[in-house]
């Protein structure tokens, strides 16, 4: 949950900025000591203006938690009061930030040598979805990402409903040494389900055919995965 401010601060909530004295104001708070600051007063502080602090209540109120503020999407965001576009986009682009510092590889291009790499590059980017999504990960010849994972399905993974080439083609396309397919389970439960292993098999199978190395399938759950490779599901 969001963390809420202290007693002292909590009579602030719809006072403009200048009538604080500056020591209470989030900006300067922030640049002196971020670490003590509620996350109220971080919004705020990312938010602006002289309504920062009552902008920054209404939103920990409305979406409850960090990963429900990440959620919301920048059009979503622009049309609560308060919020224009610019706002909006300094939010979303701070908690973006925020959500690619948690995993322990940080960029793209970076080098994959076990499920556990490729697991702390997609676990901060794939834990809070609410829906399925199905994600293919660019390798070049030297196992370093290329770009972003791109999202090719979303939805219940249905083995009967997955179209394996749809799941091939971003690799032909840029002619990619290999791949790792991932998926999440909004559960937070990784453990794979038949339906994991169909789909997992009929990729690997086609990869092979193709030329493409499919490395692994990781499933996706709150804080932990499972690797399908490491496991001996659906690689035969």
């Known amino acids: 949950m969001l963390g809420g401010v202290d007693g002292a601060r909590k009579s602030v909530k719809r006072t403009l900025l200048g009538a604080l004295p500056i020591k209470e104001q989030p900006a300067w708070r922030v640049m002196y000591n971020a670490t003590g600051c509620s996350v109220v007063e971080l919004v705020a502080a990312v938010v602006g203006g002289e309504r920062q602090l009552e902008i920054a209540h209404a939103l920990v109120g409305k979406y409850k938690s ?16 308060g919020i224009g576009e610019r706002t909006a986009a300094r939010l979303h682009a701070s908690l973006e930030l925020g959500r690619r510092l948690t995993g322990s590889i940080e960029e793209p291009n970076c080098l994959i040598q076990s499920p556990e790499d490729m697991a702390a590059y997609l676990i901060p980017r794939m834990q809070d979805l609410e829906q399925e999504q199905l994600v293919v990960v660019l390798l070049n010849t030297r196992n370093r990402i290329m770009g972003e994972p791109i999202t090719v399905y979303q939805g219940s993974l249905n083995a009967s409903m ?13 002619n990619a040494a290999a791949i790792i397919v991932a998926h999440n389970h909004p ?13 997992t098999q009929a990729i690997f199978r086609s990869g092979k055919m193709l030329d493409i190395d499919v490395l692994d399938h990781l499933i996706i759950g709150r804080n ?9 599901l659906g690689f035969d």
């Open 224 to 232: 932990r995965f499972t690797s399908m490779k490491a496991k001996g």
């Open 162 to 174: 997955v179209r394996i080439a749809e799941i091939l083609r971003p690799a032909v396309r840029v």
């Open 187 to 199: 559960s937070a439960d990784p453990t794979p389900s038949p339906e994991d292993v169909t789909v």
């Open 66 to 81: 960090l990963p429900g503020l990440a959620r919301a999407n920048c059009a979503e965001l622009s049309t609560l009061v």
